[in-house]
């Protein structure tokens, strides 16, 4: 599973009560469907070690974290070793996302084109300031072009080509 993609989804940040429970730091836009009963996700050591695969039995949402109830753990003394592991899931498991919506992971890295098919660089980040997302741009010379990810500026999005057309509005670069 090594050479496989992985998706952080949560992270064990505690023990909760006696009854064998986990506190997780969700680490994904979708903790209803990955802490859902019955789901499995693979628990990662943070050093060295063997990942296991979990399956959530319960869970529950509390003060910005999820409370979740393992299959096999019924005590504080079989969690307390899992303190710091995180939780991950397979790339092919992503969740479907809606039209015009994108991974993180599938935008950094594509290479960025005007419409007149003019090369600009490549997106080397994402910034997320208020209202719309920021793609920052990896230009020629080291400088950087901030494009705001609106439909005036952003035309075509092809995440298999690795792609985008970009319409330059004046001022932008």
Same mark, same amino acid.
């Given at each position: 599973m090594s050479e496989e993609r992985l998706l952080n989804v949560g992270k064990v940040v505690n023990t909760h009560g006696i009854k064998g429970e986990l506190k997780i730091w969700p680490q994904t836009d979708f903790p209803e469907i990955r802490f859902k009963p019955g789901s499995k996700l693979l628990m990662v050591p943070p050093e060295a070690g063997e990942p296991i695969t979990i399956?959530? $039995? =319960?869970?529950? !949402?509390?003060?910005?974290?999820?409370?979740?109830?393992?299959?096999?753990?019924?005590s504080i003394n079989q969690v307390e070793q899992y303190k710091g592991w995180e939780l991950k $899931? =397979?790339?092919? !498991?992503?969740?479907?996302?809606?039209?015009?919506?994108y991974y993180l992971r599938d935008i950094v890295g594509c290479e960025v084109v005007t419409e007149e098919g003019e090369a600009l660089g490549r997106i080397t980040d994402v910034l997320s300031p208020g209202?719309?997302?920021?793609w920052v741009v990896g230009l020629p010379k080291g400088k950087e072009l901030l494009l705001p990810v609106i439909d005036d500026v952003v035309l075509d999005v092809d995440i298999a080509a690795r792609k985008v057309k970009v319409h330059l509005m004046e001022g932008l670069l």
């Open positions: 399956e959530i $039995v =319960a869970a529950r !949402e509390q003060k910005k974290m999820y409370i979740v109830r393992v299959r096999g753990f019924d $899931v =397979a790339d092919d !498991e992503r969740v479907p996302l809606e039209e015009g919506e209202a719309n997302d920021i």
